[in-house]
Every structure is written in C-alpha cells, then in structure tokens.
C-alpha cells in the first residue's frame, strides 16, 4: 500500500485526472467562441483559355486565370486554445451539369506565433482553375475564404470569412499574354510556370578574364507566393570575392535575371529589362567607419 511503486501509481493517475480536467477547461472555455473575422477579396484580369488538362487527360477543357489580392488580419483568431489556422479561398459557380461547382484556388498555413496579418497584391492563384468542360466563358464565380481552427483540445472548425467577390468571366477565349506595364514578377506565372529562380549577376572585366561574373543573390517564388520584390539597402547574399586584386576603379554591372521552372517544356533563362553599374573606390578600406553618436 506504501510501496514506491503505489505511490508512483497514485501520482501518475492524479497527474492524468488534472491534465484531463484542464483540457476539458481549455475546450469548454473557447466552446461558444465563434472566430469571424473581415476580409477583403479583389481579383485582377479574369480571362478563359482553352486548354488540355495533362493531368486529368488530352481533352481541351477551360481554365481560369487570374490574379488575387487578398488582405486580412488574423492576429485576433489565435486565443489560448488555437495551435494554427488552415485558410483556404474557394472559387463557386454554377454549370448545367453542377448545381454547385467548389475548387480551391490558394490556401495557407498559420501556426501560432507566426504574423497572421496578410496583403498579397497581383499575385496568381497557388492552384490552376480547371472545369471539367467549357463552362468558364460568360460564367459568374464567386470567390470567399474559410478557416480550419486547429485547436489544443476539443473539435476541428470549420469557419467561413466575412466577405466574398464575385466577377465574371470574359466570353471570349484568351490564347496570348497581354503585355503588362507593372513592374513586378506576379505577371509571370501563367498556367504553365511553377517556380521562378531569381539571381542577381555582377559582370565585370580584369586583365585576365574579358568576363567575369558572380551571383550577389538569389531568392526562389514559388507559384502562390507574392512576387512583388521591394528590398532596401540589404547586403547581398553571398561574398563578391574576387581571384586576385581588381576590383579597385573597376567598372561592374549589375543585371537580373531568372530560370522559369515549367509544369511542362523546357527550362527558360530570362533576363531582366533593367540593369545598373558602378565603380569601386580606387583605395582599400581597412576598417569600418564609425557611426556618429546621437547626442545626449
């Protein structure tokens, strides 16, 4: 009855009744807790191509292409018993044959802790809008997003936004990109463009080499994510070292470029419209300057 092993017994059963009363506690005290929140839905150049599914089979079948901007705060949905949201944007519309179409455009993972406050701008849909036909042209979709509440303890739920979008596709099938005057890369990413591989490229001459050239940076866009790059005064990525001593008064060019990785085809090179030189000070610099002193 007072053997170790007893009381071991008796402490491990309590220390199971208390964490089972304090999950009932996290589950019953955000039972009633209805987790809706605002959000804004746009959506940018809806067009219809005419196009064969690979993935299904060769029939040509309709595919929607357009761009999203989504902006949101979640911050407020995370309370203590939220471990991580799963949101997802739904594309609904009506075909002879469906009463009620459902396909999932985009969707997103996120874990508590991690910034819960979304602007996506211009960016295109993480998953391609087939149907399974010709029923796009002329069409009425409706886009709306959700949430899965993944919680602590108790049940999964399942939430609708405040806030839906709705637009209608053109009656006419696209078969060529329209040129785009904005200066970013979400442009890029039509039916067939699965990820990009940008790098940043230093060009420059030495005695002993006509060309020379070394990659400061790169960055990987995946289909989905924002392709809308600002970055201000980072240092590059990687070292630009050079194989002797000459750099000093040396001209250097600095260009972009990117590797468009397919769904289908071969891999594409690109460079960029737009580069940029310079010339290095004709001295070293042996040390670091120093900052000047706010005053007291």
Same mark, same amino acid.
């Given at each position: 009855?007072?053997s170790?092993?007893?009381?071991?017994?008796?402490?491990f059963?309590?220390?199971i009744s208390?964490?089972?009363v304090?999950?009932?506690?996290v589950?019953?005290?955000?039972y009633f807790?209805?987790?809706?929140?605002?959000v804004?839905i746009g959506?940018?150049?809806?067009?219809?191509?005419?196009m064969t599914d690979?993935?299904?089979?060769?029939?040509k079948?309709?595919?929607?292409?357009?761009?999203?901007n989504?902006?949101?705060n &979640?911050?407020?949905?995370f !309370?203590w /018993?939220v $471990? =991580?949201?799963? #949101?997802? +944007?739904?594309? @609904? %519309?009506v *075909?002879?044959t469906?009463?009620?179409?459902?396909?999932v455009?985009?969707?997103k993972?996120?874990?508590?802790?991690?910034?819960?406050?979304i602007?996506l701008h211009?960016?295109?849909?993480?998953y391609?809008f087939?149907?399974?036909g010709?029923?796009?042209?002329?069409?009425?979709?409706t886009l709306?997003?959700?949430w899965?509440?993944?919680?602590n303890?108790?049940?999964?739920?399942?939430?609708?936004a405040n806030g839906?979008?709705?637009?209608?596709f053109s009656d006419?099938?696209t078969?060529?990109?329209?040129?785009s005057?904005?200066?970013? &890369?979400?442009?890029l990413? !039509?039916? /067939?463009? $699965? =990820?990009l591989? #940008?790098? +940043?490229?230093? @060009? %420059?001459? *030495?005695?002993?080499n006509?060309?020379n050239?070394?990659v400061?940076?790169d960055?990987i866009?995946?289909?989905?994510?924002?392709a809308?790059?600002?970055?201000?005064?980072i240092a590059t990525?990687?070292?630009f070292?050079?194989?002797g001593e000459?750099?000093?008064?040396n001209?250097?060019?600095?260009?972009?470029?990117?590797?468009?990785?397919?769904n289908a085809?071969c891999?594409l090179?690109?460079?960029?419209?737009?580069?940029?030189s310079?010339i290095?000070s004709?001295q070293?610099?042996?040390?670091?300057?120093?900052?000047?002193?706010?005053s007291s």
């Open positions: 009855m007072h170790f092993l007893s009381r071991l017994n008796t402490l059963a309590f220390t208390v964490l089972a304090l999950t009932i506690g589950f019953v005290s955000t807790e209805k987790y809706h929140e605002t804004s959506v940018n150049k809806p067009i219809v191509k005419h690979y993935s299904a089979n060769r029939k079948n309709d595919l929607g292409v357009l761009q999203l989504l902006d949101m &979640l911050n407020q949905l !309370d /018993n $471990k =991580q949201l799963f #949101l997802y +944007l739904i594309a @609904e %519309y *075909t002879p469906n009463s009620l179409n459902q396909v455009l985009w969707d993972i996120i874990r508590r802790g991690e910034n819960a406050r602007y211009d960016i295109a849909t993480k391609y087939w149907d399974d010709e029923n796009l042209r002329s069409n009425n979709v709306s997003l959700a899965n509440i993944i919680p303890a108790g049940r999964l739920l399942h939430v609708p839906s979008t709705s637009f209608i006419q099938y078969t060529s990109r329209a040129a005057p904005k200066p970013n &890369l979400n442009q990413f !039509d039916w /067939n463009v $699965k =990820q591989f #940008l790098y +940043l490229i230093a @060009e %420059y001459v *030495t005695p002993t006509s060309l050239q070394i400061l940076w960055k866009i995946r289909r989905g994510e924002n809308r790059i600002y970055l201000h005064d990525k990687y070292y070292w050079d194989d000459n750099l000093r008064s001209n250097v060019t600095l260009s972009l470029a990117w590797n468009i990785i397919p085809g891999l090179h690109v460079p960029a419209n737009g580069s940029t310079f290095f004709d070293y610099t042996t040390s670091r300057a120093a900052s000047p002193k706010p």
